[in-house]
């Protein structure tokens, strides 16, 4: 995960150099001084895009050092809350199944949460620190609502399923709205609830292995979108044809996540702001 933001990189400009090439071939056709300079201005401006999208990834979704630290810091957490204040109980009245499934989640290096009981009591490990974001550590011992309030719509069906019918549920990429950092963040996350059974085979909590996916589903999208940039650029002639064909893919509705406005234009040689092509604003937004 480390290496992801190096082979973005790599990926977006290989594309950027793909958009670059075919650009230059129209430096090669009979241009005017001021085609030539606004089609090395749209090269100029993808290098641009690159960058700024490499900068958005951020860095604390693809920084997973802390969950293979040799140094755990939850064990000690754990032991430092006072749990009599919870609905858990003094720990040294915790029964032996809540006792082994917290062990269970403190042990394992991929990113784990325990919720017990019926409030969804909140214990997890090392591996899940860098997705609870700043509500680490005030959110250990929590209730599940008062842990993820904001996407409980949609966490609450599951956690009845798995309490009621004692199966483990699946999502793979899912968008979630979650708020870790003071702000809402369009996520993605892949997990799994399963549940966690007493010797009589009643349910008495559930452990939730997670993978944020963010990162990749990021890249994946903006990877489409300068590969769509590629494929118009390979057919344009002329200087308007390029910012209409650029301004068609932008607009694209599938783009708009990405990028929700957008504004094509032309200068003229005096450098004045001349609407030589007719100006396009993306008709779609959202609210990030």
Not at 31 to 52: C, R, V
Not at 177 to 197: A, C, D, I, Q
Request: hydrophobic share 40%; glycine share 4%.
């Amino acid at each position: 995960a480390i290496a992801a933001p190096s082979s973005q990189t790599i990926m977006d400009r290989r594309l950027v150099s793909s958009i670059s090439t075919k650009l230059q071939l129209l430096l090669k056709e009979p241009l005017t001084h001021e085609q030539q300079t606004m089609i090395q201005d749209i090269i100029q401006d993808a290098e641009l895009l690159s960058n700024l999208w490499d900068e958005a990834i951020p860095k604390r979704e693809l920084s997973l050092v802390q969950s293979t630290s040799p140094t755990m810091v939850m064990p000690g957490l754990v032991d430092s809350v006072d749990w009599s204040s919870t609905v858990l109980g003094p720990r040294d009245q915790w029964s032996d199944v809540l006792k082994s499934a917290v062990g269970m989640v403190l042990d394992t290096r991929f990113p784990t949460i325990l919720f017990w009981g019926d409030q969804l009591t909140v214990i997890y490990n090392d591996g899940y620190i860098p997705i609870f974001g700043n509500k680490h550590p005030w959110v250990l011992g929590k209730t599940g609502y008062q842990a993820w309030g904001e996407v409980w719509d949609t966490l609450s069906p599951m956690f009845d399923r798995v309490f009621s019918e004692g199966v483990a549920t699946w999502c793979e990429d899912v968008q979630l709205n979650m708020e870790r950092f003071g702000y809402l963040e369009e996520v993605y996350f892949t997990w799994s609830h399963s549940p966690y059974k007493g010797p009589d085979g009643v349910v008495l909590g559930v452990i939730a292995p997670n993978a944020e996916t963010t990162a990749r589903i990021l890249l994946e999208r903006r990877l489409l979108v300068m590969k769509e940039l590629s494929d118009v650029c390979a057919s344009v002639r002329t200087v308007h044809h390029a910012c209409e064909a650029v301004a068609a893919v932008l607009d694209r509705p599938n783009n708009n996540k990405d990028i929700t406005f957008s504004l094509v234009y032309i200068i003229d040689q005096q450098q004045r702001s001349s609407s030589t092509t007719t100006p396009h604003v993306s008709r779609h937004h959202n609210n990030k």
